[in-house]
T-cell receptor, first 109, second 113 residues
Framework: RKEVEQDPGPFNVPEGATVAFNCTYSNSASQSFFWYRQDCRKEPKLLMSVYSSGNEDGRFTAQLNRASQYISLLIRDSKLSDSATYLCVGLNYGQNFVFGPGTRLSVLP | EADIYQTPRYLVIGTGKKITLECSQTMGHDKMYWYQQDPGMELHLIHYSYGVNSTEKGDLSSESTVSRIRTEHFPLTLESARPSHTSQYLC????????????FGPGTRLTVL
């Protein structure tokens, strides 16, 4: 079983839709979590860190549930430019980043 | 924008050649990483370093080697390239003082004929 698992996707949604991505992690020692965005044939870029209290950045909201070992990303009012692969990433204290396989999103006109 | 650079961006080379992929960052980060990613697939950690003279192998076995003589520089070398090495290679660095945010270089797309 992979340490970080994500919805397999792809998600094809119309512009303006709200879309939610789920991510689960198996290592309870994981300390920090992030959502990265990766465009086709480009490098991953940090979208947002995920805090225990939940955090919001414009149209993006991230939630962390440590009891359920579950992380989510909500995108409201999706834009064509949101089309990308979204990577859930965990960091275990003193160790390395663990990347999920990614969920591909296509926002359609 | 992250100050992390990779050269070359694209490399097409014949089997058996020795190649070095360059990665440098000007952020003073101690931690640096090399990932390998095939198209549409997930990232695999192949090497990492926690500082000068520190290098470790990652989760995915790789025939490449790395060195870390200077903080800002983390080159990856393949002694004898093979078609199975064809992939994208991504370098990254992180700083625990910045919540361990990881910054990626633009990648090197390697094709071995």
């Amino acid at each position: 079983r992979k340490e970080v698992e994500q919805d397999p996707g792809p998600f094809n949604v119309p512009e303006g839709a709200t879309v939610a991505f789920n991510c689960t992690y198996s290592n309870s020692a994981s300390q920090s979590f992030f959502w990265y965005r990766q465009d086709c044939r480009k490098e991953p870029k940090l979208l947002m860190s995920v805090y225990s209290s939940g955090n919001e950045d414009g149209r993006f909201t991230a939630q962390l549930n440590r009891a359920s070992q579950y992380i989510s990303l909500l995108i409201r009012d999706s834009k064509l430019s949101d089309s990308a692969t979204y990577l859930c990433v965990g960091l275990n204290y003193g160790q390395n980043f663990v990347f999920g396989p990614g969920t591909r999103l296509s926002v359609l006109p | 924008e992250a100050d992390i650079y990779q050269t070359p961006r694209y490399l097409v080379i014949g089997t058996g050649k020795k190649i070095t992929l360059e990665c440098s960052q000007t952020m003073g980060h101690d931690k640096m990483y090399w990932y390998q990613q095939d198209p549409g697939m997930e990232l695999h950690l192949i090497h990492y370093s926690y500082g000068v003279n520190s290098t470790e192998k990652g989760d995915l076995s790789s025939e490449s080697t790395v060195s870390r003589i200077r903080t800002e520089h983390f080159p990856l070398t393949l002694e004898s390239a093979r078609p199975s090495h064809t992939s994208q290679y991504l370098c990254a660095s992180s700083d625990p003082l910045s919540a361990d945010t990881q910054y990626f270089g633009p990648g090197t797309r390697l094709t071995v004929l």
